[in-house]
Every structure is written in C-alpha cells, then in structure tokens.
C-alpha cells in the first residue's frame, strides 16, 4: 500500500502496552497525517482497538501500519512507512508510565501520561463534536 497526506516532521513515541505488543517491543514510533490517502486500501485489515480508535496492519505481511481517530481524518502512521526519515525527530511521549525501564526518555521531547492523554483526547474530542 501507499500512502499520501499532510505529514508532520515530529514523530510521537507511545509507549502504551497495545503498542508495545503490536510493534514487538517498545514503543510505536509515528508520524500525524492529515487527510490520510491511502492506496491499496483493500490489502489493509483495520480493527476497533478502543471506543475511539482504530489500528491498521498490512494484510499481506503484517506490518504495522497506522492508528486512527474512528470517523477522523487523522492518523498516526508507523515512521518506518516513510520513504524518507530525514528531519524527523521524537518531539512527543505518550502513555510514558507504561514505559520499560531498559528504554531511556528522549531528551527534550515531551513526557505524557495516560491520564493526560487520556484528559486530552476527551477535550480533543468534545471540541470536535461542537463543531
Ligand atoms: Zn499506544
């Protein structure tokens, strides 16, 4: 599959325990996409990860792919999709109190934990439903 979109050159790391199971260890490394174009679609499997997002694979060869707002536009797609890596750097951690220890925080990039994300999200969410 390919992908085309509005990416962002800062990457997150989640460190939540789905990603850690889904990328084999550690975090999922990611990059936000805006107006996610997707083609190959039909050799995707998406599934219902929680109340409020999905998770993508290749069907093929089981790549980790992306995750996704349900019903939204944006998505946050592997970083080793990208042809080019150059200029990315960790600028955001998530759900950093799942973090194992044996993995050391970037330097200079923000720490967030699930309650925030989770507080986050909510207020993201909300503030989309008004509008
Ligand atoms: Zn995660």
Redesign the pocket.
């Known amino acids: 599959m390919r992908f085309k979109g509005d990416v962002q050159e800062t990457a997150q790391a989640?460190?939540?325990?789905?990603?850690?199971r889904?990328t084999g260890g550690g975090?999922?490394f990611a990059v936000r996409v805006r107006d996610l174009d997707l083609t190959g679609a039909e050799n995707i499997h998406s599934y219902a990860h929680s109340d409020w997002g999905d998770r993508a694979v290749c069907q093929t060869c089981g790549s980790t792919l992306y995750?996704k707002l349900q019903d939204r536009s944006i998505a946050f797609v592997a970083l080793g999709l990208l042809d080019d890596q150059s200029g990315i750097t960790v600028t955001e951690e998530?759900?950093v109190d799942f973090r194992p220890d044996w993995f050391p925080p970037f330097e200079g990039a923000a720490q967030r934990t699930e309650a925030e994300m989770k507080a986050q999200l909510a207020a993201f969410l909300e503030k989309e439903n008004q509008t």
């Open positions: 989640c460190h939540c325990t789905q990603c850690q889904w975090p999922l995750w998530i759900f």
